[in-house]
């Protein structure tokens, strides 16, 4: 349960917001990784939904 808890992801913890005055986010993870790419690379997409 605590690996599952390590993997949830936290925008606030990023700089990002989960939504503003008019505004809410919708965050998706894009991979998969590259084969080729040495460690861990997480690319999250903020989208952007207005009210």
Same mark, same amino acid.
């Given at each position: 349960?605590?690996?599952?808890?390590?993997?949830?992801? #936290? /925008?606030?913890?990023? $700089?990002?917001? &989960?939504?503003?005055?008019?505004?809410?986010?919708?965050?998706?993870?894009?991979?998969?990784? #590259? /084969?080729?790419?040495? $460690?861990?690379? &997480?690319?999250?997409?903020?989208?952007?939904?207005?009210?």
């Amino acid at each position: 349960m605590a690996e599952q808890a390590a993997l949830k992801f #936290h /925008p606030e913890d990023w $700089g990002l917001r &989960r939504s503003g005055d008019d505004t809410d986010f919708m965050f998706l993870n894009l991979g998969p990784q #590259h /084969p080729g790419t040495h $460690g861990v690379l &997480r690319v999250v997409l903020q989208l952007e939904r207005r009210r």
